[in-house]
């Protein structure tokens, strides 16, 4: 056997757990829907052509037809699913005050700030609620329709030499049907086997003109996609909130302040005369919801938190080419999106010692403290005494919150050759607009304290309350925010010349974009109103002007370099300069072997660099608590922009072969590392607690923890290597069919950042301490074609992880589960022009690995990686006419 033939053997039997997608042909010939393997063709992370499908950069395609066998209804549901998606972004099961119902990608688990997306090589605009805390801004891929989706080019290397500022993970090019004729109609209908999440969806594409022969094509693709939503009382796993039998579990899905006093750390049940709760509350012990002694009028909060949100998306795309001579082509393009999004965020408004005791100062802008206490006027205060008491108000209805969002893009341009040379000249306009209402979530500050002063709320007997004082009290609030992007640019390339051993690439170009955010607050909140504010404001903008330039030299029969670089000038922190250097060396026919490295860089994102203000609320350890020390306290969280913060630097290194010993075999191995300086970030709060550090921790005249202020800074560094693998593998029978293997697998060799400023590098890989980072995630796709029928099986894998959330988390579990999900598709074609199909997801109804820091409001797993959609069925069809 060839030593060749032996290698691969050894390397596919040693890559046999899991691998995604690996689509073979070049780009471009399926973007026309004709095989043009000989056609030069641009592929992401280079503007220089080639005819080479495999270039010096380690690239994954995921072809339509993939996209069809993993039954993903949405592009965020598809790219959440690969191997490099390895964990720290946002998705739609992300429930909080910041980008609730959208979706991102952060490849390498370097946050989806540091991913940059593009349609069809050019910028998208950001959406306008970022994430994380304010600090992660990002591109909503729910707003991008899959109907026109043709492939998914994933570049898993550096190319800020190339794409400026994002391009630090990689990039993420959704390529739409170029060229196409003909029309299809297709429809489908999903629900989930335990109920909840039913989907319809319908799309129609249609496209007019041969660019050849009538000198324009034209084409049009509308999509419509309705789900209902799913809500914690809708699952077996969470709907009684009580996790017991778990380790480390209490009633954390339940909640203590339905109605209660607080006298002297005892938790004290708030009882009519006939020693009742007031309505929809429940008196329990007080112990197994929060630790405190006595008992409460706590309540179930599953049937008031959603675990994913209902949408409504309506989308529509069109583009279109125009032969204006034999070598001038006029190209253009729109997207548009319309979303709305609808979910449980808790059962009411709440009035509480822990958290969220602020409003804000309408006069100084500041925010200030709001007493908890019941006074002792009021007639349901029975101490003689202002009382501290926790109160849900459920009469003023539920906190129901609708996110509506609608965002497009249009783009207009010129491209032609002029004897070796192509050129394009374009300029687009991009626009994210959002609008959240919360209804019946929050409470009118001055009327509650009125109310409970006056006692004409009736704390014990809530639904006597008169009218004219819910209405008082009752705040539905309204939450805007605008992203816009406009930009001009011009490229050529070409070739400059030729040396012995081939032609001498090139490519240069220059790029003008203005970047604009506008996240406001509701106007309540500014006027003072509001209690426990959700605050989210960001006002910035910026001009960016960038100048690149590529050169491919062959310096030998099999051996080229690739030399990329580009200068960024931004007006609000200055400039930024990105080399990269990229070798490919083919000795033998069936090897590959590509080498990368590059510098690079992140700008401050708008919300990180501006004028920006953001509240969260969460839990630290407070040694100097006046009535528990060491006890976890519910502080709000304050973080404000830094307008001096400096760019983020990179340094990105690839080292790759790939394989392919004979036509229906292509085996790729890379190696990446990554190292981040000037990263931008927080200082650790739990650290600004232990120490309280003077100005950054506020306290009342008790000395109870009532705020923590922060500020983005360039604080740290952080290292992260690991290997990507991918592996596809044709095997044409003559009477049995064809059947593919396709495998991607990735694996994260180590995440290293300091846990405190200033302290050691801590290897984050393979835990949950900060955001969850499996070492290995994979898919694993086997496809078997016959006839009239194709079926898909997909097997979606992500490794176990150590348990290092918190000590508390630690003391009752070591490690979370691995967790294997099969996905199966199958197809008919044997109607003429029509395709019927099903799909199951999660064949085996695979609940998500427990989690013990996570046994929350919401579930008992990590929804940054898991949910708990279950065994889910899809069927539908597509006509082609």
Not at 99 to 112: E, K, M
Request: charged share 20%.
């Amino acid at each position: 056997m060839p030593k060749h033939t032996l290698l691969v053997a050894a390397l596919s039997a040693a890559l046999a757990t899991p691998l995604s997608a690996f689509a073979d042909a070049s780009p471009d010939a399926a973007a026309s829907g004709a095989s043009k393997t000989l056609d030069a063709v641009r592929v992401t992370g280079s503007n220089i052509k080639r005819t080479d499908t495999e270039s010096a950069n380690p690239v994954q395609v995921i072809g339509r037809q993939e996209i069809e066998a993993t039954g993903k209804a949405t592009v965020a549901d598809l790219l959440r699913s690969i191997s490099a998606n390895t964990g720290n972004a946002n998705n739609e099961t992300t429930n909080n005050g910041w980008a609730s119902g959208s979706a991102g990608i952060g490849l390498r688990g370097l946050s989806q700030k540091n991913t940059l997306v593009l349609l069809n090589g050019r910028r998208l605009a950001n959406y306008g609620f970022p994430a994380g805390g304010l600090s992660d801004t990002f591109v909503n891929l729910n707003a991008l329709p899959m109907v026109a989706v043709e492939r998914i080019e994933v570049l898993k290397d550096g190319a800020s030499a190339v794409y400026g500022s994002d391009a630090v993970a990689g990039v993420v090019n959704i390529i739409t049907r170029q060229g196409f004729e003909g029309a299809e109609l297709g429809g489908s209908v999903g629900t989930a086997d335990q109920g909840g999440l039913d989907e319809q969806k319908l799309k129609f594409i249609g496209g007019i003109g041969d660019l050849d022969t009538d000198g324009y094509n034209i084409l049009v693709s509308l999509e419509g996609y309705n789900r209902e939503r799913l809500d914690q009382d809708d699952r077996d796993l969470t709907k009684s909130g009580i996790y017991t039998d778990k380790p480390g579990g209490r009633w954390n899905g339940w909640s203590a302040k339905g109605a209660r006093y607080l006298v002297n750390g005892v938790s004290v049940p708030m009882l009519d005369a006939n020693g009742n709760c007031p309505e929809n509350t429940t008196r329990v012990a007080s112990a197994p919801i929060d630790g405190l002694a006595g008992d409460t009028c706590g309540f179930n909060l599953a049937p008031y938190t959603t675990l994913i949100p209902s949408t409504k998306r309506y989308q529509a795309y069109v583009n279109g080419t125009f032969r204006v001579n034999d070598n001038v082509e006029a190209f253009g393009e729109v997207i548009y999106s319309n979303i709305k999004g609808e979910a449980w965020f808790g059962s009411s408004p709440f009035f509480t010692l822990e958290s969220g005791r602020f409003a804000l100062n309408a006069d100084t802008g500041l925010a200030e403290p709001v007493s908890s206490n019941l006074p002792a006027s009021s007639p349901y205060n029975p101490y003689g005494r202002a009382i501290p008491i926790e109160y849900t108000f459920f009469n003023l209805g539920p906190s129901i919150k609708t996110n509506r969002s609608q965002a497009y893009r249009g783009v207009v341009g010129l491209r032609g050759s002029l004897q070796n040379w192509d050129w394009e000249v374009g300029a687009f306009g991009a626009r994210s607009s959002e609008r959240e209402t919360v209804s019946g979530g929050f409470a009118n500050r001055w009327a509650l304290a009125d109310a409970l002063a006056t006692g004409s709320y009736n704390l014990l007997n809530p639904s006597a309350t008169p009218q004219a004082v819910l209405d008082a009290i009752n705040l539905s609030t309204l939450r805007p925010a605008e992203s816009v992007l406009q930009g001009v640019d011009a490229k050529i390339s070409g070739a400059l010349g030729s040396t012995w051993a081939g032609e001498v690439g090139f490519a240069a170009g220059v790029e003008w974009r203005r970047e604009k955010l506008d996240s406001e607050n509701p106007w309540q909140i500014d006027a003072g109103l509001q209690v426990r504010p959700a605050i989210a404001e960001v006002h910035g903008e910026r001009k960016v002007t960038a100048a690149y330039a590529e050169v491919n030299v062959p310096l030998a029969e099999k051996l080229e370099v690739q030399a990329a670089a580009r200068a960024d000038h931004y007006s609000d922190f200055g400039d930024a300069f990105s080399p990269k250097l990229s070798l490919r060396w083919q000795p033998l026919d069936f090897l590959l072997v590509r080498a990368a490295a590059s510098k690079g860089f992140r700008a401050p994102s708008l919300s990180e660099n501006s004028n920006s203000t953001s509240i969260a609320y969460g839990s630290v350890i407070d040694p100097r608590d006046p009535d528990v020390p060491g006890s976890r306290q519910n502080p709000t969280f304050f973080t404000v922009g830094n307008s001096d913060l400096k760019p983020e630097r990179t340094r990105s290194y690839n080292l790759g072969v790939v394989l392919s010993p004979w036509s229906n075999t292509s085996l790729s191995v890379d190696y990446y590392r990554i190292e981040l300086e000037n990263l931008v970030g927080t200082n650790n709060t739990q650290t600004l607690v232990t120490n309280d550090v003077p100005g950054a921790v506020l306290r009342d005249e008790r000395g109870k923890l009532q705020a923590v202020y922060n500020r983005y800074q360039n604080l740290s560094e952080l290292k992260t290597s690991g290997f990507d693998v991918e592996l596809r593998q044709r095997f044409p029978t003559t009477s049995a069919g064809d059947f593919t293997l396709s495998s991607a697998f990735t694996h994260v060799r180590n995440y290293s950042r300091p846990t405190v400023v200033g302290g050691p590098l801590v290897d984050y890989a393979g835990s949950n301490l900060g955001a969850t980072l499996p070492k290995n995630k994979a898919t694993t796709t086997l496809d078997w074609a016959l006839g009239d029928f194709r079926t898909a099986l997909t097997w979606y894998y992500t490794s176990g992880y150590d348990q290092k959330a918190s000590a508390a988390a630690t003391a009752v579990q070591d490690r979370v589960d691995s967790y294997s999900q099969f996905d199966l598709y199958l197809a008919y074609t044997g109607v003429d022009k029509l395709t019927l199909y099903a799909k199951v997801q999660n064949l085996a109804d695979e609940e998500p690995p427990y989690d013990a820091s996570f046994p929350g409001i919401r579930a008992p797993y990590d929804f940054s990686q898991y949910d708990l959609r279950g065994r889910y069925f899809t069927v539908g069809f597509d006509y082609r006419f």
